[in-house]
Nanobody, 123 residues
C-alpha cells in the first residue's frame, strides 16, 4: 500500500508559477509509474503529466505541453510538477497518483491517490 500526499498548491496570478510536490510513503516508489491529474469544477478528472518508473519517458496533455514539467527524486520518494505560465483554465484540484505497471501514457490503472491540492490561477 502506497500513501501519497500532495503539497504546494495555492493562489497565483496568470503567468505565474506553482510547484507541486508529492511525497510517497513507500521506498519502492521508484518502481511505480507516477502521474499528476487535475479536476476542474464541473469537469472530469484528466491526466496532465506522467512519468515512467525509469523516468526515461514522460507524457503531457496537449493543454500543458511546454509549460508543465514532471520530475521525480527517487532518493526522496517524491515527485514534482513544475507549472509555469499558468492560465486561469489551469485552476483545478491537482492529484498525484501511482500505479505498478501499465503504460505511462495511459490514464488507466492508477491505484494510489492523494487527497489533492488546490491550484487557483487568477486573471
Amino acid at each position: 500500500q502506497v500513501h501519497v500526499v500532495e503539497s504546494g498548491g495555492g493562489l497565483v496570478q496568470a503567468g505565474g508559477s506553482l510547484r507541486l510536490s508529492c511525497a510517497a510513503s513507500e521506498r519502492t516508489f521508484s518502481s511505480y509509474v507516477v502521474g499528476w491529474f487535475r479536476q476542474a469544477p464541473g469537469k472530469e478528472r484528466e491526466l496532465v503529466a506522467s512519468r515512467s518508473w525509469s523516468g526515461a519517458s514522460t507524457y503531457y496533455a496537449d493543454s500543458v505541453k511546454g509549460r508543465f514539467t514532471i520530475s521525480r527524486d527517487n532518493a526522496k520518494n517524491t515527485m514534482y510538477l513544475q507549472m509555469n505560465s499558468l492560465k486561469p483554465e489551469d485552476t483545478a484540484v491537482y492529484y498525484c497518483s501511482a500505479k505498478m505497471g501499465g503504460s505511462y501514457y495511459s490514464s488507466r490503472g492508477y491505484r494510489y491517490w492523494g487527497q489533492g491540492t488546490h491550484g487557483t490561477v487568477s486573471s
